[in-house]
T-cell receptor, first 113, second 116 residues
Framework: AQSVTQPDIHITVSEGASLELRCNYS??????LFWYVQSPGQGLQLLLK??????LVQGIKGFEAEFKRSQSSFNLRKPSVHWSDAAEYFC???????????FGAGTRLFVKA | SAVISQKPSRDICQRGTSLTIQCQVD?????MFWYRQQPGQSLTLIAT?????????ESGFVIDKFPISRPNLTFSTLTVSNMSPEDSSIYLC?????????????FGPGTRLTVT
């Protein structure tokens, strides 16, 4: 069955430090992969996506993610975190042929001064 | 990218009543989705609404509880019927747009529902 796992429920990083949020998926073929961010009281905003091609994708707000087929992973990274990055981050997987988007449980990011 | 608005943004309702949530998109879209996000949880798809056809509900969700309308390509409503405290959640509307090589989903700001 298709699934998305975000192993970390919450992560705390210092402002200016680097960030990596983990995401593992289970899917029979190469899926479409997404990262979304949800700030308190807000809807979801698309940070970046992977469909095919270059496995390192760039997104908005200085985020990037790398697709690793061998590890079934799509980890999100940012070299230097800002206080405004504190939010909930969701990894999602989708595909063609009627396979609807499945969201991970989310990772809440806390940023300390 | 599509811009989506929802009304109301939040509401507090008594059990046994119903609430209709509106979703308006600034462009014509084929597929619209309704999600539920329970407190501290991830998103769960309630149903997919295509204009001109009956909504398709996911396992665990039924039309009598969550009737959906899709009268045109820019608008949809979700009704939460006969509410109980377990229905307290954020309800999100979403649309899908084609993108190079695939597609993207965009979300409304959500409707925060509290049932007392």
């Amino acid at each position: 069955a298709q699934s998305v796992t975000q192993p970390d429920i919450h992560i705390t990083v210092s402002e200016g430090a680097s960030l990596e949020l983990r995401c593992n998926y289970s899917y029979g073929a190469t899926p479409y992969l997404f990262w979304y961010v949800q700030s308190p009281g807000q809807g979801l905003q698309l940070l970046l996506k992977y469909f095919s091609g270059d496995t390192l994708v760039q997104g908005i707000k200085g985020f990037e993610a790398e697709f690793k087929r061998s590890q079934s992973s799509f980890n999100l990274r940012k070299p230097s975190v800002h206080w405004s990055d504190a939010a909930e981050y969701f990894c999602a997987v989708a595909g063609v042929g009627g396979f609807k988007t499945i969201f991970g449980a989310g990772t809440r990011l806390f940023v300390k001064a | 990218s599509a811009v989506i608005s929802q009304k109301p943004s939040r509401d507090i309702c008594q059990r046994g009543t119903s609430l209709t949530i509106q979703c308006q998109v600034d462009s014509q879209v084929t597929m619209m989705f309704w999600y539920r996000q329970q407190p501290g949880q991830s998103l769960t798809l309630i149903a997919t609404a295509n204009q001109g056809s009956e909504a398709t509900y996911e396992s665990g969700f039924v039309i009598d509880k969550f009737p959906i309308s899709r009268p045109n390509l820019t608008f949809s409503t979700l009704t939460v019927s006969n509410m109980s405290p377990e229905d307290s959640s954020i309800y999100l509307c979403s649309v899908e747009e084609s993108s190079v090589g695939g597609y993207e989903q965009y979300f409304g700001p959500g409707t925060r529902l509290t049932v007392t």
